[in-house]
């Protein structure tokens, strides 16, 4: 697989990428103007975390009116920022931009860090947008792996945007500006190279893997997941667990950083019967016996604890305050 990144097919990808960025590039985004700083990409890259660009735009610049630099932001509650935010849905996404802020300010004396390691201690950074921010803001040599650029990689490449890639060997091998690359391979992402790709069109057919087999190995590799899937859910429905009458476990959390608990010496989640078991319920069970509004995950485990179907359910609080013991991180089973 190694040896299908060659130095004379990069050169190719970066000159191609270097012409459709000059002529197509998205340069009009707010958030890549030259005046923009670790901040301003810092916002977007959250924002964009699931949302459309073209809805991030106008919350984008709404919101740097209002706070226009990280110190506004550190300072705000979290009823000031909701109304800048709110329709964006996944508020831990919102909550963590506070704690960020709060850290930056605190922890960073107001400064977002250069170092890819250090970006990534912030909450709600990943290695994605650790390496976006380090890329676009500090020039940093960091190429940002989202979905876009691991497609494009994977089909001209290996033929499959399933594939399993050697990313560092290509982030030695480029000689391209990270920066350059990472917008690059966003726009060309987005706009040629889609879940549909329209090869007819692309500059880089000539030499791509997944143009030269007609797209045969990203099928099969995407029968077999499937097939995968259809096992694992027949498994499912053979052993007979009806999983819309398991109770709920509820992790409330703070940014997991801590937990609160339903008994007061040790942690122990929240258990919301079958009648609650949904995100609606479990809303209403914490709004009509806590007073508390709450931002309710979809449920990441299902399995049978002490013999009863179960389900495990993230939430955190919106509003409200509750009189539950806290426990730190890494209190969890
Ligand atoms: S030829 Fe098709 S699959 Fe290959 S990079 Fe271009 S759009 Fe993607």
């Given at each position: 697989?190694?040896?299908?990144?060659?130095?004379?097919?990069?050169?190719?990808?970066?000159?191609?990428?270097?012409?459709?960025?000059?002529?197509?590039?998205?340069?009009?985004?707010?958030?890549r103007?030259?005046?923009?700083?670790?901040?301003e990409?810092?916002?977007?890259?959250?924002?964009?975390q699931?949302?459309?660009?073209?809805?991030?735009?106008?919350?984008?610049?709404?919101?740097?009116v209002?706070?226009?630099?990280?110190?506004?932001?550190?300072?705000a509650?979290?009823e000031?920022?909701?109304?800048?935010?709110?329709g964006?849905?996944?508020?831990?996404?919102?909550?963590?931009?506070?704690?960020t802020?709060?850290?930056?300010?605190e922890?960073?004396?107001?400064?977002?860090?250069?170092?890819?390691?250090?970006?990534?201690?912030l909450?709600?950074?990943?290695?994605?947008?650790?390496?976006?921010?380090?890329?676009f803001?500090?020039?940093?040599?960091t190429?940002a792996?989202?979905?876009?650029?691991?497609r494009v990689?994977?089909?001209?490449?290996?033929?499959?945007?399933?594939?399993?890639l050697?990313?560092?060997?290509?982030?030695?091998?480029?000689?391209?500006?990270?920066?350059?690359?990472?917008a690059?391979?966003m726009?060309?992402g987005?706009?040629?190279?889609?879940?549909?790709?329209?090869?007819?069109?692309c500059?880089l057919?000539?030499?791509?893997?997944?143009?030269s087999?007609?797209g045969?190995?990203?099928?099969?590799?995407?029968?077999?997941?499937?097939q995968?899937?259809?096992i694992?859910?027949?498994?499912?429905?053979?052993?007979?667990?009806n999983?819309?009458?398991?109770?709920?476990?509820?992790?409330?959390?703070?940014?997991?950083r801590?937990?609160?608990?339903s008994?007061?010496?040790?942690?122990?989640?929240?258990?919301?019967?079958?009648?609650?078991?949904?995100?609606?319920?479990v809303?209403d069970?914490?709004?009509?016996?806590?007073?508390?509004?709450?931002?309710?995950?979809?449920?990441?485990?299902?399995?049978?604890?002490?013999?009863?179907?179960?389900?495990?359910?993230n939430?955190?609080i919106?509003?409200?305050?509750?009189e539950?013991?806290?426990?730190?991180?890494?209190v969890?089973?």
């Amino acid at each position: 697989m190694r040896t299908a990144l060659s130095t004379g097919k990069i050169g190719f990808l970066e000159r191609v990428l270097r012409d459709f960025f000059r002529r197509a590039g998205r340069e009009h985004l707010p958030w890549r103007a030259r005046t923009v700083g670790a901040y301003e990409i810092w916002v977007s890259e959250i924002m964009l975390q699931q949302t459309q660009v073209s809805r991030v735009i106008g919350y984008y610049e709404k919101f740097l009116v209002r706070f226009p630099t990280v110190g506004s932001l550190a300072k705000a509650t979290w009823e000031e920022f909701l109304p800048y935010y709110r329709g964006l849905g996944y508020y831990a996404r919102g909550r963590n931009m506070l704690a960020t802020a709060k850290m930056i300010v605190e922890t960073y004396d107001g400064k977002f860090p250069k170092d890819v390691n250090e970006l990534g201690k912030l909450p709600g950074v990943g290695p994605y947008t650790a390496a976006a921010i380090a890329s676009f803001a500090y020039g940093r040599n960091t190429i940002a792996w989202d979905t876009n650029l691991h497609r494009v990689v994977g089909r001209f490449f290996f033929g499959s945007r399933r594939a399993d890639l050697p990313k560092e060997k290509l982030e030695d091998i480029l000689s391209m500006k990270a920066k350059v690359f990472n917008a690059a391979m966003m726009d060309f992402g987005s706009a040629i190279c889609t879940a549909r790709p329209k090869c007819g069109a692309c500059p880089l057919s000539s030499r791509c893997v997944y143009f030269s087999e007609d797209g045969q190995r990203e099928k099969q590799e995407t029968r077999h997941k499937k097939q995968d899937t259809k096992i694992s859910k027949t498994s499912n429905k053979k052993s007979k667990i009806n999983w819309r009458d398991a109770r709920a476990f509820v992790f409330l959390h703070e940014n997991h950083r801590k937990y609160y608990s339903s008994r007061k010496t040790k942690f122990v989640p929240f258990a919301i019967p079958p009648s609650h078991n949904t995100r609606a319920g479990v809303k209403d069970w914490f709004r009509d016996r806590h007073g508390l509004e709450l931002a309710v995950r979809p449920p990441h485990r299902k399995e049978m604890v002490d013999g009863k179907p179960t389900i495990f359910i993230n939430a955190q609080i919106l509003s409200g305050t509750p009189e539950f013991a806290v426990f730190p991180k890494g209190v969890l089973p």
